[in-house]
């Protein structure tokens, strides 16, 4: 099942998530069908902001490596979600996060 959340935008406007719901996931608030919009608890910049502290350990466990890498490349899957906002995504491999790490030859 498919369902709408509404999330406001720091310069008043809205956008608008289309999100898969797994069939049997438990109770949702009323009123909330096929073609209903749920309300975010939270701006998109509130929900987005939750991604940094991830983000941001990530980055400073890397740079403490003995050889910094010339490149860092960081992936990980998010789901949006009308009360948490950002959820760090469940995905079919383990672990949630990619990272790729590059190091160019000395000239």
Partial sequence: MRRLIEFPA????????EVDEPEGAGPRPAG??????????MAIDQAISKVRPLA???????QGLA?????V???????????????VANTAVEGNCKIKLSWKQPS
Avoid: C, H, M, W
């Fill in 10 to 17: 720091p310069d008043g406007a809205s956008l608008l998530v």
């Fill in 67 to 71: 050889r910094r890498p010339d490149q």
């Fill in 73 to 87: 490349e960081v992936e990980f899957g998010i789901k949006l979600n009308a009360s948490a906002g950002i959820v």
């Fill in 56 to 62: 941001e350990s990530l980055l400073s466990e890397l």
């Fill in 32 to 41: 909330v069908g096929d073609g209903a919009i749920e309300r975010a608890t």
